[in-house]
Structure formats: structure tokens, C-alpha cells
């Protein structure tokens, strides 16, 4: 511890200032002060040149940087500070155009607790060597021409003039905008405004930001405007109710900014039933506009004016001319995905060059459309093509004339008696086709082709063929909205497997089947017997037929035509002998009826022959019922019934009197180990109305599908059944609603029709004018509306729609008493089973040069789903390529260097989660 002893403190109050009421101590900033900079003068052209600077009173690392003439300023980079000297590196030329030489404030900042200061630096240039400008004429009133000024030595900064090459007196009206950031050291660029310039030879004097210039002796001719001038119009007329036509108009002395506008006299004011839009001055002989006219513009001869800022204009004539007009419309209605149908417009006012539309999804061949207009009152159109999902029904049909002039047909504008419209109907969609299979060498064969078709067609329009191989001819006999029918002849040479069939309708309307028909090496040509009793038991049976191998198992199939409910398929094995078949069959209580027979090769399952209806099955006996049990059932409920009898078989149909109040749902065979049928189970719903104590007579028949093929056989037993008074645990069925099946496979798009029934079960009657729901549970389980429909006279009911996504179909019963059971199905809203509708997929092709581009779109959409492009060859698909769909269902394929050639390609889709697996029509395409 230090003695005490008194101490003193000195405080230079020059350097600290202590403050009483705040109780701090500040310290006043040191000032730095800077030497001259080492070198003192730099080259305007150095990318990497040190600076040096002695500096004193510096706190911590400075920074560097400098400012001239013009406001241009750098900072030096790799700024570093040894004892009190400062080095910093510049870089003038930053862009390839040197800075603007000058004199240069070099200012040093500190980085905390110094003020900066500054010093001078001078930055040199050369002075700059002008040799050329482009362009070298200017005329006079020209405004912002963008010129190029070559020579050296140019740096940022530079200024330009022109002076008389003559009297070396600068033209204070030619003003030069530089673009800097566009220059170099060997190219000033920038724009000249020559508003009042005087006309003649000028020297290009380029002067540097340190004085220095130089000048390009008798480089630029100052000439005088050109007159303005309007040589010709790209459309001399415009007709009434044109939109935005294209104008362009040619001349000289065009200056930015000129207006153009149509009037009706010189000194007139501009129209304003014709007026002008979209003004642009692309160069002094060019100006593009676009026209629009009034549908009720006064027609005749007008003028387009062209003026410039400076008020010089030019004139030239326009006319305005009436609009087109249609009288009638001659065209037969074409179907969906039709190619090549015709139209011929009556009319007025069409000129050559006119454009037609008849609306979305109806467009003309690229190779073989065309509009041919003769004359002013007549427009044929050639090649009109109706796309696959083109909307069906009427529509109008526009002309448009190279001037604009347009018009769109109606029922108001056509006299009455013309037709005024384009129809386009529904086209064609087959389901299936009957025979699957033809025998090689076979000859006026009935063919049965079922689908959807237009109504209103003759046979004579209709084609059927399978474009892979002509050998295979079809006759069409007739045509209604369900099936085609006629005759189809194979011969010896025709490719044995699948083929697709192609089906034009008298519409034009086109669809392909893949591989809807196929031709088997042999054909069934005979039965022997050509019919047995439905108890026949075990009984010989030979099939004869054409190109049968000897020694080779065949398997025989017999199928009820029409199917009934609870008939299966009949199958037996055999082998040929030549062209015979023997084997024996088992007929036991079968439905009685017509039956197809198919024979198949059981070593290739490909190799198939088959006949329609060829086989009968006879009733053996009078059918007969013997008993029902139980015999008392309940209202208000539904009660299983079995039937006993003599020669019950499967399918057979039970009902009850009109009126009963009991309706019955499908019968079940139950048969012994033979297959004899001992009895029949059906379950009977009975409403709640029906009066207990009540006795129904019970009805049996053999004729199920109503048909005149099938030998009709009935059996009745009287007061079968007695009513009971309904269970006090059931409740009430006052109405039963029924629904027909819907065709289990569909394509997106095609119309379908379900229909059924609306019954009051305590009278049996049909209820009218009642409200049906149809709805949709998808592959998640969520319901989904359709579409409503009132019953007509009998209850009977019907939906047409086209289904977009597969599901089950239901049909609801609005009203009261609600509907609580569905007969035949065993739900509570009766259900048309499980519907697969495939995906829509169109296709189209462009050629360019040696390259094919293949498009089209799926629908419904399938964003991100892929889709693959097969080429057809020798009756089968082979994979080319996949893509992609996307977000709006598209795809593209383009291959390359594709050799001349015919080829037939499709496109195909998978089965996504809401729609079934579809393909697009096979496309035939001529590589040339």
C-alpha cells in the first residue's frame, strides 16, 4: 500500500470534456489528412491500377474511392492500410468504355472514429479519332435516329456534334442523346434528333471530357425530309363489320408518331363508323394499323389520311363494302369423326379468298379442304371434318371476306324455306359383334352389329370393312339406332386371327372396333341333331365344319340366345375326325330355346369357330306346378317361395294377377347332382295394402325374354298363396321400383339409355308422374347426382346420359310411400350393377418434312396418366413410344426421319381409378 500523501491530477480540457449534469467523458474525432496520391495521374484505359496515399490520424481500415466529371465515380478494391500509407486498386474501363478523362476528388474514409479527406488524382485519355457514322444521311425532322459512331479513343462522357464541313459552324438543332451503356473505345452509339436541322455536308466532331477532340471530315449530308407519300395499302377495302383488319401501309416520309384515320371527304372530320386502332410507325415507308367497321357502315368510297407531327399528310382511297350475306345453306348433316363432307353457301357479297366456319370441332382437311367462291352469290367449301366430341345438333355458319366483311346465317336472316344451318349428328359407337369369330372360305354369313348409331339412316350408306384385309366383304341389309345387320362373306386368302372393323355410317360418321371380328382356320358348318329335349340326358352330338384336324381336342360350348337368368353355359369335350366333331352332351332341364355353339381348338384358344342360334333345346313336356311353400305369406314383407313341379328348368318366370299387390323377383333352380331341377326359390314382395285372407294365383312360363324363338309354355296354379296380415316388425312397401340393367361397358361420351318401373304393389299399377333420382357411387364410395325424370303412363321411366366415370348406377324413388326395396337386386335404391366406361382418346397427325407429330387429348381428363402410340402391324399392336398427359389432358409424340410408307397408328390410355382403359380410332397414315 502506497504512503499517504497528497497526488495531483492534470486534465487537459482541450482533449476531454467532462459534463456534469450527464456525468460522461466524449472525445472530439481525429481528422485524417492525405498527401498526394502516388502516381498522381492514371490512364483512363487501366482495368488494375494501384493507387497510393499517405494518410495520418486513420482509424481503423479506410475505404477509397474517387469521383469527376459527369458525376462518375469508382471505389477501389483490396483497400489496405500499412502504417499511415493507404493503397487501393482501380478499374476504369470496367465495361470496354474508358472513363471520363479529368480531374478526379480521391477521397479516403475511415471506417470509425476519423473524418476523411481528400486529395486530387488526375485520369488521362487520348483524345478521340471519329472515322465513320451510321448512317451517314440524316434528313432533316428526323426524330431519335439511332446512330453508330466508329473510331478510337472514345471514353464515357463524350459529346457529339455536327458542324458545316464548309464554314465549321456547329448546328445548334442536331442534339445527340449518348448510349454509354451500349458503347465502347471503337463505337459511340446514341440517337440523333435532327428537328430544324440545316441541310447540308457536316463533320462528326467527338469532344472528350478533358477538351481533347476529334472530327470525321465530310462524314454525315444533312438532305430535307421527304414529302410524305402513300404508295399502296395492303386491304384497299374493308367490308361492313370487320374487326381489327390488318392494315399496312406503304409509302415514304413516315415520321414517328404520325396518326392515321379514315374520313368520308379530305376536309372532313374522321368517320366514326370505320375507325382505326393499333397506329405503328415501323420505318419512314411503313406504317401498321388495324380497321374495324360498323355492321351498318355507310358503304362506298372513303380516304385514309396519314398526317405527320409536323402536319404534312398523304391520302389514299378506301372503300367500305357491304357485308356478305347467306341465304341458304346446302349440306347434308355429317356425323361425329366424319372427314370430308361439303357445303354450299347462296348468297351475296362473297369474294374470293373467304374464310367458313361452321363452329367448335367442325374444321377443313388441311389437304383436301378448300373454299371455292365462283362468283359473289355462291361459296362451295370441300373437306369439312367433324371431330369424334364435336357438339351434335344445328349450327350457324359464318363467312368471312378478306376485308372483314362477315355475317353468321339464322333462322331471322335466311327466307323462310332455306336452311340456315350445318347439322352434325351423333356418330357411330359399336359395342360388340356377332359372330365373334368366321370360318376361313365362308360364305353370306348374318352378322349382327350392335352399338349406338344416328337415326334416319339407309343401309345403302353404310360401310363396314376391316381395313387390314379386304378379303373379308360385308353386305349391310338394314340399320336402326341399336344394330346394323346384314351378311359377311370370308375368303380362302384372309388372315386367320383378329381384325378391326371399320364402320362408316351414311353420315360419314366413323368409329374402328379393335379387334372385333376374328377369322379362325375353321368353321362350324353343321349340327347333328339339330335339336334335343330338355331331359335328353346324355345324348351323341357331332359338329361338323371346315379345315377340322384330326386327332386334336376340341372343346364345345353352348350359350342360350337370349340369355336367361339362372341358364350357365353348356360345355362338353371331343375330338375331330376330318371335319367332324363327336362328343356327347349332358342336356338336363335347361331353358328351352335357341343356342350358339362355339368350338374351340383346346391346344390354341385363338383358333375358334362358332354359330349363332344353331341349336335348339326343346320343352320335353307340359310344364306343370304341383306346389308352392309356404303357402301363407305376410304383407308388408318379402317372402322366399319354392315351387315344385313337373319339367321345371332354369330361367323360368313366375307372376302374379295385375292387381295382387305381389311382385315377384328371380327365380333361383335348385337342381340334384344330375342337374336335374327339383325345384325353383324366387322371393316375393307383397304391399302392405294387400287385403289379408286374400288368395293369388300363381303363374309359370318358359319364355322369359319374350321372345317368338323361344316355345312359350305355361303353368298355373290357382289360390297358390294366401295373404296374412303384415308382421308387426316390418315395414311399409307401398311401391316397388324397378330398373333395368344398364350395358356393362361404355365409351366416355356415348349416350345410354336405363329404363324401369314405378309400381303400386297394392294394385299392381304403374304410378305416373312421379318424381325417379339417378345417381352414381364411385370407386370411392361417394354419391353423386345424375339427372331426374318423371314416370309417363304404366310408371314406366327412362334416363338417357352420357355416364363420365364407371360406378354403380342407382334410380330413387322421390315420393311417398318411399321406395324400400328394389326387387331383383336386394338393395335399397334399385342398382343397374357395375358400369366400365373407357376413356375417350381422339387422335390427329401433321407431317413435316420426315417427321410425324401425333396429338390428341383423353377424356375425361387424366392429367399425368400415361398414354402410348402403337403402330398396327400384322393384326397386332406394337409399342412405339409413351408420354405423358398434361394438366389438360394433352399429349404429344413427334418421331423423326420416319421412311415413306403407310402406316396404321393409335393411341392408347390404362384404366385410372375413375374410368376403364380406352383407345383412340386407328389413324391411317401415308408417309410420302
Known amino acids: 500500500m502506497l504512503p499517504s500523501a497528497r497526488r495531483f491530477v492534470t486534465i487537459a480540457t482541450s482533449a476531454l470534456v467532462v459534463s456534469a449534469a450527464a456525468a460522461t467523458i466524449s472525445a472530439t474525432p481525429a481528422a485524417a489528412t492525405l498527401s498526394a496520391p502516388s502516381p498522381s495521374s492514371v490512364a483512363n484505359t487501366a482495368t488494375a491500377q494501384q493507387v497510393s496515399v499517405t494518410a495520418s490520424g486513420l482509424v481503423l481500415l479506410p475505404a477509397m474511392s474517387i469521383s469527376g466529371p459527369g458525376g462518375a465515380s469508382f471505389n477501389a478494391t483490396g483497400v489496405s492500410a500499412s502504417g499511415s500509407t493507404v493503397t487501393g486498386t482501380f478499374n476504369l474501363d470496367p465495361n470496354g468504355l474508358p472513363a471520363p478523362p479529368g480531374s478526379y476528388t480521391l477521397t479516403v474514409t475511415c471506417a470509425s472514429g476519423c473524418s476523411g479527406d481528400t486529395t486530387t488524382l488526375a485520369v488521362t485519355g487520348v483524345a478521340p479519332h471519329p472515322t465513320s457514322i451510321t448512317p451517314s444521311t440524316i434528313a432533316t425532322d428526323q426524330g431519335a435516329l439511332a446512330v453508330t459512331i466508329a473510331g478510337t479513343g472514345f471514353a464515357d462522357g463524350d459529346s457529339v456534334t455536327l458542324r458545316n464541313s464548309s464554314t465549321t459552324v456547329t448546328d445548334p438543332n442536331v442534339v445527340f442523346t449518348p448510349d454509354f451503356a451500349h458503347s465502347s473505345a471503337t463505337a459511340l452509339k446514341g440517337t440523333l434528333n435532327t428537328s430544324g436541322a440545316t441541310v447540308q455536308t457536316d463533320d462528326v466532331v467527338v469532344t472528350a471530357t478533358n477538351a481533347l477532340s476529334g472530327s470525321c471530315a465530310h462524314c454525315a449530308s444533312v438532305v430535307p425530309a421527304p414529302d410524305v407519300i402513300i404508295d399502296s395499302l ?412 313337373q319339367h321345371l328348368f332354369r330361367g323360368a318366370k313366375v307372376s302374379f294377377p295385375a292387381g295382387s299387390g305381389l311382385i315377384p323377383g328371380k327365380t333361383t333352380p335348385h337342381a340334384d347332382a344330375s342337374g336335374a331341377v327339383l325345384s325353383l326359390s324366387v322371393p316375393v314382395a307383397v304391399d302392405a295394402n294387400t287385403p289379408p285372407g286374400s288368395t293369388v294365383n300363381l303363374t309359370l312360363t318358359n319364355a322369359p325374354a319374350g321372345t317368338t324363338a323361344d316355345p312359350a309354355q305355361t303353368s298355373t296354379l290357382p289360390k297358390a298363396l294366401t295373404i296374412d296380415p303384415a308382421a308387426a316388425s316390418k315395414g311399409t312397401h307401398g311401391t316397388m321400383l324397378l330398373l333395368h340393367r344398364t350395358p356393362s361397358h361404355l365409351t366416355f361420351g356415348h349416350l345410354v339409355t336405363l329404363t324401369g318401373e314405378l309400381v303400386d304393389a297394392s294394385s299392381g299399377k304403374g304410378l305416373n308422374n312421379k318424381s325417379i333420382k339417378l345417381s352414381y357411387v364411385d370407386h370411392r364410395g361417394i354419391n353423386h347426382f345424375v339427372a331426374t325424370t318423371t314416370t309417363s303412363g304404366g310408371g314406366f321411366y327412362n334416363f338417357s346420359f352420357e355416364p363420365r366415370y364407371s360406378g354403380r348406377y342407382h334410380a330413387h324413388f322421390l315420393g311417398q310411400p318411399a321406395t324400400k326395396t328394389a326387387i331383383g337386386y336386394g338393395r335399397s335404391a334399385a342398382t343397374a350393377g357395375s358400369t366400365s366406361v373407357a376413356s375417350k382418346v381422339s387422335i390427329h397427325f401433321r407431317q413435316h418434312g420426315s417427321r410425324l407429330v401425333i396429338s390428341g387429348h383423353v377424356a375425361p381428363g387424366a392429367s399425368g396418366h400415361k398414354v402410348t402410340l402403337y403402330r398396327r402391324l400384322h393384326g397386332r399392336r406394337v409399342r412405339v413410344s409413351t408420354a405423358r398427359l398434361s394438366s389438360s389432358s394433352r399429349y404429344r409424340f413427334s418421331i423423326n426421319n420416319v421412311a415413306p410408307g403407310t402406316y396404321h397408328l393409335l393411341v392408347a390410355i390404362g384404366a385410372t381409378s375413375r374410368n376403364a382403359a380406352g383407345a383412340s380410332r386407328t389413324l391411317k397414315v401415308v408417309k410420302t
Open 234 to 645: 395492303s386491304a384497299p377495302a374493308v367490308g361492313e363489320g370487320a374487326q381489327n383488319l390488318p392494315e399496312t401501309i406503304f409509302g415514304g416520309g413516315f415520321q414517328p408518331g404520325a396518326t392515321v384515320v379514315v374520313k368520308t371527304t379530305l376536309g372532313g372530320a374522321a368517320s366514326t363508323d370505320v375507325t382505326v386502332s393499333g397506329v405503328s410507325v415501323a420505318s419512314s415507308g411503313v406504317i401498321n394499323a388495324h380497321l374495324s367497321a360498323t355492321p351498318t357502315a355507310t358503304t362506298g368510297s372513303r380516304f385514309l389520311v396519314v398526317t405527320n407531327p409536323d402536319g404534312s399528310s398523304a391520302s389514299s382511297a378506301i372503300t367500305i363494302d357491304a357485308a356478305p350475306k347467306i341465304t341458304k345453306v346446302t349440306a347434308s348433316p355429317r356425323g361425329q369423326n366424319s372427314v370430308n363432307g361439303t357445303a354450299t353457301l347462296d348468297g351475296t357479297g362473297f369474294q374470293p379468298g373467304a374464310t367458313v366456319s361452321f363452329g367448335s370441332g367442325v374444321t377443313l382437311d388441311p389437304a383436301n379442304g378448300a373454299v371455292n367462291v365462283p362468283n359473289a352469290t355462291t361459296a362451295q367449301v370441300l373437306g369439312i371434318d367433324v371431330a369424334s366430341d364435336a357438339a351434335t345438333g344445328q349450327r350457324p355458319v359464318t363467312i368471312i371476306n378478306p376485308d372483314g366483311g362477315s355475317t353468321t346465317s339464322s333462322s331471322a336472316s335466311v327466307p323462310s324455306g332455306n336452311q340456315w344451318f350445318f347439322t352434325v349428328v351423333l356418330g357411330p359407337a359399336v359395342t360388340s359383334f356377332s359372330p365373334k369369330s368366321l370360318g376361313l372360305n365362308t360364305a353370306s354369313v348374318p352378322f349382327d352389329l350392335a352399338g349406338s348409331f344416328a337415326p334416319n339412316q339407309s343401309a345403302g350408306g353404310v360401310s363396314v370393312t376391316t381395313p387390314d384385309d379386304n378379303n373379308i366383304v360385308f353386305s349391310v341389309a338394314s340399320i336402326n339406332t341399336t344394330d346394323i345387320k346384314g351378311t359377311v362373306s370370308v375368303g380362302p386368302s384372309t388372315r386367320v386371327g383378329a381384325h378391326d372393323l371399320k364402320l362408316v355410317d351414311s353420315f360419314g360418321g366413323t368409329t374402328t372396333c379393335a379387334s372385333c371380328v376374328s377369322v379362325s382356320p375353321f368353321a362350324i358348318t353343321g349340327v347333328s341333331p339339330a335339336s334335343m329335349t330338355n331331359v335328353a340326358g346324355q345324348q351323341a352330338l357331332q359338329v361338323t365344319g371346315s379345315s377340322l384336324t384330326t386327332g386334336h381336342a376340341y372343346t364345345l360350348t353352348m350359350t342360350r340366345n337370349p340369355a336367361v337368368p339362372g341358364q350357365g353355359v353348356v360345355t362338353t369335350d371331343g375330338t375331330a375326325t376330318g371335319n367332324t366333331w363327336s362328343s356327347t352332351v349332358n342336356i338336363v332341364d335347361d331353358a328351352p330355346g335357341k343356342y350358339d355353339l362355339k368350338l374351340t381348338d383346346d391346344s390354341n384358344s385363338a383358333s375358334f369357330g362358332s354359330c349363332s342360334a344353331c341349336f335348339s333345346i326343346l320343352p320335353s313336356g307340359a310344364l306343370s306346378v304341383a306346389a308352392v311353400s309356404p303357402t301363407h305369406i305376410p304383407a308388408a314383407a318379402i317372402t322366399t317361395v319354392t315351387i315344385t313341379g
